[in-house]
């Protein structure tokens, strides 16, 4: 778990050794400024941004049951973080994996893309896709109740 929040880590790091010389000359709300810019990018690559994660079994379980697709993705990937934001409040709706937590979640992408962990990988209906169009997989989501 520890590794999804070394890049928020980083960045956070890198924000305030940016922001230390402003601040020390004296401008003070241009090391304001700069610490806030590397704090959001340490946000949005935090894995805060993405809904609880379950594990695989789980994820696999609930899909067979309610028809929801599975999303197996990693803090830091630019292209999970597209895929979140573009599904706005519909991401909910996913069962989301973390595959740097879960061991068996990053077995299932690997065996889904030719031993690469690829993501954000998603299933529907037993059929992974990687990378899908944000807009596609809107429509795969059951109706709401």
Do not use: K
């Not at 993405?50 to 197996?72: H, M, N, Q």
């Not at 830091?76 to 706005?88: D, H, I, S, T, V």
């Not at 690829?118 to 807009?135: L, Q």
């Amino acid at each position: 778990m520890m590794r999804a929040w070394i890049l928020p880590m980083l960045l956070l790091a890198c924000g305030s050794l940016v922001a230390t010389p402003s601040a020390l000359r004296g401008s003070v709300g241009t090391a304001v400024v700069s610490l806030l810019l590397f704090a959001l990018l340490a946000a949005l690559n935090s894995p805060l941004v993405f809904p609880r994660s379950i594990d695989a079994a789980e994820a696999l379980r609930r899909s067979a049951a309610d028809g929801r697709p599975v999303v197996y993705w990693r803090a830091g990937c630019r292209y999970c973080l597209r895929l979140r934001f573009r599904l706005g409040r519909g991401a909910r709706r996913l069962h989301w994996v973390d595959i740097w937590h879960d061991p068996a979640g990053a077995a299932a992408v690997r065996a889904a893309n030719d031993g690469d962990e690829t993501v954000p990988t998603v299933v529907v209906a037993g059929r992974p896709y990687v990378n899908p169009d944000p807009a596609w997989l809107r429509g795969q989501l059951p109706p709401s109740t």
